[in-house]
Each structure stands twice: as C-alpha cells, then as structure tokens.
C-alpha cells in the first residue's frame, strides 16, 4: 500500500501544522491509519491513530493529548494530522502507516506499510 505523506515545515512554537497521508488503492475504511514520528537517535514513537473499527475512534500518546487531532478524509483513504501548540519538542520526521486490521495498535510492529516521512521542525 503506497502511502504519501506531506505538509511538514517549520513553525514557531506556538503555531500550528497540518499533515496529510494518502493510502494509494484503498476504498474501503476498515483499516488502521496512524502517525508516528523520530528523531535521530530515538526509536519511532506512536503519535496518534485511527481505527479503522466502525466505533473503534482515535487515539493518542500522552505527549500530543490535547494539541493534536487526527482524522480521516471523506474517502477514508486520507487521514490528517492536525498540530496545534507545538513545542520544541515535537521536532521530528513524521511517518505515517498502514494496518489492514481496523484495531487500532499502538506498535510499530502492527503496521505493515509506512510512508517516506516528512520533516517538521519547531523553532523556539
């Protein structure tokens, strides 16, 4: 599953950020998109993720709750990540990945299918 990640940049802190992911060939909605995201140095960390479990809903890592909001397009095949109040600290290449399952995870390892990444540096 092609995945095309965009909408990375530099902002001050304070502002905010919008990114997209398009999961090329699918139609359907019953499959797990997430964000991630590293910097150098570090293992990738969970971000936020949308279930693809009619009900099943979004989730977040402790450290964007609050300031980000995932979400799905209208064709379930594009899922944003909207960045608000970034910090410093949110600096990183963002991914984003593909789960066939509609169970939302966590894990790095659930995804089978990850995007090229794109840059977002927060200046302070």
């Known amino acids: 599953v092609p995945l095309q990640a965009y909408g990375g940049g530099v902002v001050q802190a304070g502002g905010s950020l919008r990114l997209s992911c398009v999961a090329s060939?699918?139609?359907?909605?019953?499959?797990?998109l997430t964000w991630f995201r590293q910097v150098p140095g570090k293992e990738r960390e969970f971000v936020a993720g949308?279930?693809?479990?009619?009900?099943?809903?979004?989730f977040y890592a402790d450290s964007v709750k609050g300031r980000f909001t995932i979400s799905r397009g209208s064709a379930k095949n594009t899922v944003y990540l909207e960045m608000n109040l970034l910090k410093a600290g949110d600096t990183a290449v963002y991914y984003c990945?593909?789960?066939?399952?509609?169970?939302?995870?966590?894990?790095?390892?659930?995804?089978?299918?990850w995007g090229h990444g794109t840059l977002v540096t927060v200046s302070s």
């Open positions: 060939g699918r139609t359907s909605s019953s499959y797990t």
């Open positions: 990945g593909f789960r066939l399952s509609g169970q939302g995870s966590r894990r790095e390892v659930d995804y089978s299918h």
């Open positions: 949308s279930s693809g479990w009619r009900g099943g809903g979004n």
